[in-house]
């Protein structure tokens, strides 16, 4: 989403964060549907979102993406880190209250 609001598509990269948003939500209801978690469904959906990320978004909105510079990886890192710790900690904290 960043790259693209970068390069001045903010209407695509709203359309990208709308999308990963609305994946990750459906993904995370149909994981937890079976009774015991299935890491292999986890991956697999990931792998899925990954895939439409990088094929269909990135090819489609940033087909000459060559042209620009290569940005480092530290800053998507660190948010991403920021959002997934919350998550862990919130599922570790759940887990042991059920035991």
Known sequence: ???LRDIGKKKEA?????????????TFIIV?????SISSLTMAF??????VLSEYFFKNYIPE???YPRKKIWKPL?????ITLP???ALVYTLNLEE
């Open 65 to 67: 993406a060559e042209l």
């Open 14 to 26: 709203n359309v990208v964060l709308s999308a990963s948003v609305v994946y990750t939500i459906i």
């Open 32 to 36: 937890n549907i079976p009774e015991k």
């Open 46 to 51: 990931n792998f899925v979102g990954g895939y």
């Open 78 to 82: 660190i948010i991403s880190v920021i």
């Open 87 to 89: 998550l862990i900690l």
């Open 1 to 3: 989403m960043q790259n």
